[in-house]
């Protein structure tokens, strides 16, 4: 069984569609990437999974490890391990990024029925999770996302996907905005996330993020709809050819 | 059942004016109203002084005067909604010795003692807050006397006001009504002419104060009356920082409480007072509840003195309050930080008056506001920067939070500048609790009721973390038991 089915997923926000029938399949351990020009989406697609209510969902349906994701409270799709690594992260003035992290595990811990983690355990954790996204530990006693420069903000978001340890996570546009070095930085600690029990939806504009996170699947999202799926050199070829073919075939399906 | 602790609170405080637990009147209460003879037996029931009588008979006068007039005497310009009280059907003298109710800690109700325990507040002061006798050898008063021996030994006054008058009548008289006189409103004018007690403390000349005062003699202002009277003297550079009010739910049948609070700093001292108010705010349909009429002002007598305001306001029904601080001496400062959370049908109407007068004055304010279910909350301060002010500077920053939509939050903020030098600066912003930021919260699996204390914790944690650090930590717990179920 798939750990994530996706049938026909319309949705929209204030009377606009803006997702059109998404069809999506993903198994376990599994790299799929989403390609698609600004405003076709994807982001949209991001938040409908992880449960965002100003999103209606108005037909199709989402299976997450056979349940019904979609009758889920966010928090709850997060406790059963749906991550996602946001576009633009928060910022939480005053809440420190200490206090913030360790509410999120120790909920995840009890929902799984497991004791908190000690306050030593806990500490020794962060400190690995920061080293795998070179996120300086002193980020750790600052408000959270306040303050972060905005490649600090991304490697937090993996930063956290490290300590939560998700089985379904969802990356909006994590490389956007980074230089080169960042972008390797996120990618390497997204190589070493990898496992056979946690699938990646890696929500990307640009091809160049997919030379570092090699993926099983591409697939190409215009118009609210996925118009091409294939193998990682169909990226190539978008890359080559821009997105303007593709909204074409979109606008003649 | 109640589904959550405040409205267990809500309901405790109810249910305690439905049965009228103190319905038995004490042989030492005076009747109903007010009039010459009511100030006068006051008066001589506290065996006070002639100059005390006749200063309580002018202020008495006085707001015989402003009364005779209500539509322009009573402070009407707050944005707050409510019967005013009828001042002649209002008790004004009642002995503060009330006997316990209970035996012992087991006969208290157990839902009661569990909030207790979560604000941590420890065994000895939950015997007292909830009414049980207890053992005077073992418990505070020796603690009391300790610390009282030790505070007398660097020549540190610390007592009830009616003690300070029999004791020290030289100096109540010098500074009482010197910061806040009877003239200055009409809730002033009645608390001088019927205060019950109060606290006064004395700083003398250098002495830094060794102790958070009234840490630990809080239970003692429990009991004390809906008109209380505190003044605070710090000589040249003494420093005190003074705690008033306590995290445990505080129920008083007195719906009228109109307290005085005035604090004089000489060159160089410092006086940090914090509040927490916590008082009975009414039940969910807006009844009952205490009105807080209060009129707190210090004054930076000196050079280079310092006055800082710091309170958490989350009780009451309707909240009144401004404490201000006069920057007389040159280079002296006035700080205000507050955070006022409300809910349920609760308003409170508080900010600050900066008033500078020296030359190169500085102050800040911070105000945090929280407004949930269908209450209100209103900011209002005044910077006024005098003529002889060079150089004055204020920062003013108002922050609201609104946890739904049906409660409002306003700022009000008055500017008077008569000097060109000064710099001010304010900054306000209104917010609902952030989508954003509780879905952040929500999709790393942190549910609404802890996502909505942890954000609104975030929001007043500059405010909370100039709280003495004890006081702090409660002050969090108390936020916290507030929020839950405050939204919508
Ligand atoms: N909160 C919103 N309100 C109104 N329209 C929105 C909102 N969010 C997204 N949209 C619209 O939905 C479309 C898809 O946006 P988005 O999902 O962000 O695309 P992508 O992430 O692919 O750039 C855009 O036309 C955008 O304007
Ligand atoms: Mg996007």
């Known amino acids: ?253 | 059942m109640p589904t959550t602790e405040t409205e267990f609170l809500h309901e405790v405080a109810a249910s305690e004016y439905k049965y009228g637990w103190e319905t038995n009147v004490e042989a030492d209460t005076i009747p109903k109203g007010l009039d010459e003879e009511v100030v006068r037996l006051i008066s001589a029931k506290k065996e006070e002084p002639q100059w005390l009588l006749e200063w309580r008979l002018r202020a008495w006068r006085h707001w015989e005067k402003l009364a005779a007039n209500p539509s322009e005497a009573y402070p009407r310009w707050p944005h707050l909604t409510y019967t005013e009280p009828d001042f002649r059907n209002i008790t004004y003298y009642s002995s503060p010795s009330k006997k316990p109710r209970y035996e012992s800690l087991d006969e208290v109700d157990p839902e009661l003692l569990e909030t207790f325990e979560r604000l941590g507040i420890p065994l000895a002061e939950q015997e007292k807050l909830a009414g049980v006798a207890v053992d005077v050898v073992l418990d505070s008063v020796s603690v009391h006397t300790t610390f009282k021996e030790e505070l007398a030994e660097l020549g540190i006054i610390f007592c009830s006001f009616g003690d300070a008058v029999q004791e020290h009548p030289e100096l109540v008289q010098k500074y009482m009504g010197s910061v806040v006189p009877y003239t200055d409103n009409f809730y002033a004018a009645l608390n001088a002419a019927v205060f019950s007690d109060g606290s006064f403390c004395y700083i003398p000349k250098g002495v830094r104060c060794p102790m958070e005062l009234s840490t630990y003699f809080r239970i003692n202002q429990a009991g004390t009356g809906q008109f209380e009277r505190t003044l605070i003297i710090a000589e040249e550079g003494s420093y005190v920082s003074y705690l008033e009010g306590c995290t445990a739910p505080m129920r008083d049948e007195n719906q009228l409480h109109a307290a005085v609070v005035e604090i004089v700093a000489e060159a160089n001292a410092e006086v940090k007072y914090s509040t927490i108010q916590n008082w009975y705010p009414g039940d969910n349909e807006g009844r009952g509840g205490v009105y807080n009429f209060v009129t707190k002002r210090g004054i930076c007598k000196g050079d280079r003195a310092k006055i800082s305001w710091t309170q958490l306001e989350t009780g009451s029904a309707i909240t009144w309050k401004y404490p201000s601080v006069i920057l007389k001496g040159d280079g002296s400062v006035g700080e205000f930080y507050s955070v006022a959370f409300t809910k349920g049908q609760q308003q409170a109407d508080t900010g600050t008056k900066m008033v500078h007068v020296g030359k190169n004055t500085k102050s800040t304010i911070i105000s945090k506001g929280i407004s949930g279910g269908r209450s209100n909350n209103s900011y209002r301060g005044l910077v006024k920067i005098n003529k002889g002010a060079e150089r004055a500077r204020n920062f003013s920053q108002c922050d609201s939070m609104l946890l739904g939509d049906r409660c409002g939050a306003h700022t009000f903020p008055y500017i008077e500048i008569k000097n060109p030098s000064a710099q001010v600066e304010h900054e306000a912003t209104t917010s609902k609790i952030g989508e954003d930021q509780l879905f952040y919260c929500f999709q790393r699996g942190i549910g609404e009721e802890a996502a909505i204390k942890l954000i609104v914790n975030g929001f007043c944690k500059e405010i909370l973390a100039k709280l003495p650090m004890e006081f702090a930590v409660e002050a969090q717990k108390l936020l916290d038991i507030e929020l839950e179920g405050s939204v919508g």
């Open chain 1, 1 to 253: 069984m798939a750990l994530l089915q996706i049938n026909n997923l319309h949705a929209r926000i204030e009377e606009q569609n803006i997702l059109k029938g998404v069809d999506l399949t993903v198994g376990a351990g599994e790299v799929h990437a989403i390609m698609g020009p600004n405003g076709s989406g994807k982001s949209t697609f991001a938040a409908v999974l992880a449960g965002r209510e100003e999103f209606e969902v108005t037909e199709g349906g989402v299976l997450y490890e056979g349940g019904d994701l979609l009758d889920m409270e966010p928090d709850e799709r997060a406790l059963e391990g749906v991550f996602l690594a946001f576009q633009y992260p928060v910022e939480l003035p005053g809440v420190s990024m200490n206090n913030f992290l360790r509410q999120a595990l120790n909920q995840q811990r009890e929902h799984r029925g497991e004791e908190p983690l000690s306050a030593g355990a806990f500490l020794k954790r962060m400190r690995e999770c920061a080293a795998l996204v070179s996120l300086d530990p002193q980020l750790m006693s600052r408000s959270v996302n306040d303050g972060f420069s905005g490649g600090e903000k991304k490697r937090n978001e993996i930063f956290q996907l490290a300590m939560l340890e998700p089985r379904l996570a969802i990356l909006d546009e994590t490389d956007s905005g980074l230089d080169i070095d960042a972008l390797r930085i996120v990618a390497d600690g997204v190589n070493a996330l990898r496992r056979s029990d946690r699938s990646f939806v890696v929500i990307t504009h640009y091809q160049r993020l997919l030379n570092y996170i090699v993926p099983d699947v591409v697939h190409v999202m215009a118009d609210g709809r996925i118009v091409r799926s294939g193998d990682k050199s169909l990226a190539l070829e978008l890359e080559e050819k821009g997105y303007d073919w593709l909204r074409e075939e979109a606008v003649a399906a």
